[in-house]
Structure formats: structure tokens, C-alpha cells
């Protein structure tokens, strides 16, 4: 099971850009310290928040560390011609040294689609049309589509060519049913984002029988978000992290104010409906439901045993930065997790599934 870190962007008072992006830099090579096996970065669009390009994080982060592999968490595929998605992923697989695993996303924001000028009523068209084109592009065929959303004429190869073969390894946001079937029917691994457990543990099934049905051999994809806060003991986590927290959370409201306003899709109805249930938890819900980490290590410890138990992933992935907090707190948690939460684990999270129950009861 592998540990990943999923970089936010909030911008500080009194702070810039500059040093948001530095930070964030930063933090790549002290995730790489820590034993964290993947770093993401997420793309947003004219928002105080915004990183409009996932992929120059990844070339910056990429000449700062030598094993950590990075994603794009996600491309938004609808946002982008599929022939420069396919060319700039095989430019960060070369920057890389081939540590580059591919997010695809068909975008969730209603303003981005908007100021794009794109329907996101079109949106999962648009994804599996451009996912198919990436592939065939890669697959240094020549070829001329004419297609629903976008024209692409490839008379050459692929320059510069792949580093890891046969592509980079994909990964996708898929929590909807039709998500779901559509990664499984892939065999794609997908990550969730604050899926409550019984949640998580049905799309696992879901996923499950259609992968195996599609042919592919069992075996885990997923993905869980997370976010976390290790402090010295759990009274001082609580303390020190809850403002920043409820602050990261109100994210819920910021979608629940789309859903309300019906300016998501019917496409979107999964999000119609988990969007204002999440924004409506209490803090004391989100902390028992182990939909946030916080504690001191031997807790935090407990709680990945815990949801290791429920679950059968692929990976954990790891939100440190809560809304605006300093960054020198979420240094000294990220540290903290490394010296103190990780050895507890470790070996526990290299052992198979039945393995992590075992140890988890």
C-alpha cells in the first residue's frame, strides 16, 4: 500500500505566489525525506487558490528529488487538447526519469467550465474521446481523427518518446457509478476524495466485479484522500489544527452552493448529493469517522491501521496543508508522520491485505 501526499494550494496572509509555489517545492523534497512514495498536484483555474498547471509543478519538483514519482491530480481533460496532453506527459515522463503517473479528471467546477467556454454537460463525452486519442497518440501511430470535440492529424512520431512502456501509468478521480465502471473496465486505479469508509468499501466491490468480469486479475485500486494533522498528543492536535481545518472543509459549502444552484449537470448528481452531506458533518463527525487524521503519532498510527483494515487499497493519500496553515506547522507534522507514524507502519502497509487486518484487529 503505497503513502501518497495530495499538495493544496491556500494562499497565507501577508504571502505570495512565490512562495506558495517555493513552499510547495519544499515540500516535495521533505514528502521524499519521509518515505512518501507520490506527490500530486492539483489543477484549479482563476480561483485565490489556482495552480493552472499541474504539470510545470511536476517539472519543477521533479529536478528536486530523485525517487518520489508525481501526478497530475488531475489534468482536466475537457480544458485541453489531448495531442499537448499526450506530448507534455511524455516530456514530464522524460524530466521524470520516468516517475510520472498520468491524473485524468473531467473537471467538477462550474465557473472553470465557464470561463473555458465549454459545456460541462459534455464533459465525460469530451474525457473518453481525449482519453482514447492520448492513447493512440502514444502508441506512435499516424493517424487523422476528425472527432465530436477535437481534430488531431499525427504524421510523425511522438517526440520526445515515452520513458516507461508501454505509457505512464494512469490514474483517475471516479466516484460515481459510471466512473467507477468506466475505470474498472480500464483497470485504471482511482482515488476518492473524503469517501466515508461504507462508501469506499462499496465502489471497492463495485469495481471489483467489473474488473474481473472485463478480465483483469483482482487487485486493489484504490486510492483514499485523507487529510491529517500529527501532533504531540491528541489534545494539542485538536487544538492547534481545528481552525484550519473547518476553514479546508468549507470547500464542501463551496459546492454545495453549485448543487443549489443548479449549476451542476445531471451528470454530476453524485456530487448533487455527497457535496451538501459533507459540508453538514460537525468537526466531532469528521474526526470519528476517520475522514481526518488528527492526533498524536500512535493514534494516526491506529487510525491507517484501522481504515487498512476496512478497505483493500492501493494507496493513501495524504492532505497535510488544512486551509491556510502556516506552513511551518504543516512541516512539523509532515516530519513528525515521517520519524514517528511511519515506522509504525511501514511494515504493516508492505504486507498483503489479509495480512493488515490481521494486524489492524
Known amino acids: 500500500m503505497r503513502l501518497a501526499i495530495w499538495s493544496t494550494t491556500t494562499p497565507r496572509e501577508n504571502s505570495t505566489h512565490q512562495e506558495l509555489f517555493r513552499r510547495q517545492l519544499d515540500e516535495a523534497e521533505l514528502a521524499e525525506r519521509i518515505g512518501i512514495d507520490q506527490m500530486w498536484f492539483l489543477e484549479h483555474h482563476l480561483q485565490p487558490s489556482a495552480t493552472p498547471s499541474p504539470n510545470l509543478m511536476i517539472a519543477a519538483a521533479s529536478q528536486r ?39 485524468l479528471g473531467r473537471g467538477l467546477r462550474p465557473p472553470e467550465f465557464e470561463a473555458f467556454g465549454v459545456d460541462q454537460a459534455r464533459s465525460r463525452e469530451m474525457f473518453i474521446e481525449s482519453f482514447e486519442l492520448i492513447c493512440r497518440i502514444w502508441a506512435d501511430e499516424n493517424f487523422v481523427h476528425h472527432g465530436k470535440y477535437w481534430t488531431i492529424v499525427k504524421n510523425g512520431p511522438l517526440s520526445p518518446p515515452l520513458i516507461q512502456r ?42 471489483r466485479e467489473v474488473q474481473v468480469a472485463r478480465g483483469y486479475a483482482p487487485a486493489p485500486r484504490l486510492y483514499l484522500m485523507r487529510e491529517i494533522y500529527v501532533g504531540e498528543d491528541e489534545a494539542r492536535a485538536r487544538s492547534e489544527a481545528e481552525p484550519y481545518l473547518l476553514q479546508y472543509w468549507e470547500l464542501w459549502n463551496r459546492y454545495t452552493q453549485f448543487t443549489q444552484g443548479g449549476n451542476l449537470p445531471d451528470s454530476y448528481d453524485f456530487w448533487r448529493r455527497q457535496a451538501p452531506m459533507l459540508h453538514g458533518m460537525s468537526f466531532e463527525e469528521i474526526v470519528a469517522n476517520d475522514m481526518v487524521l488528527l492526533g498524536g503519532p500512535e493514534a494516526i498510527a491506529n487510525a491507517i491501521l484501522r481504515i487498512a483494515g476496512q478497505l483493500d487499497l492501493m494507496g493513501l493519500t495524504l492532505v497535510f496543508k ?40
Not at 490514474?171 to 468506466?182: F, H, Y
Not at 509532515?334 to 490481521?358: H, K
Open 322 to 361: 488544512l486551509g491556510a496553515m502556516p506552513y511551518d506547522m504543516v512541516e512539523r507534522s509532515m516530519v513528525r508522520f515521517g520519524e514517528e507514524v511511519v515506522p509504525r507502519i511501514r511494515a504493516v502497509l508492505d504486507r498483503d491485505a489479509a495480512a493488515i487486518r490481521v494486524a489492524a484487529e
Open 166 to 207: 508501454p505509457h505512464p501509468p494512469f490514474l483517475i478521480s471516479a466516484q460515481s457509478e459510471e466512473s467507477l465502471r468506466w475505470a474498472a473496465e480500464h483497470d485504471i486505479p482511482f482515488a476518492q476524495i473524503d469517501s466515508l469508509a461504507d462508501q469506499a468499501r462499496r465502489d471497492e466491490t463495485l469495481y
Open 65 to 103: 528529488t530523485r525517487n518520489i514519482r508525481f501526478a497530475n491530480m488531475v489534468n482536466i481533460l475537457p480544458f485541453r487538447n489531448p495531442l499537448l496532453v499526450a506530448e507534455e506527459a511524455a516530456m514530464l515522463d522524460n524530466l521524470t526519469g520516468g516517475r510520472l503517473d498520468l491524473g
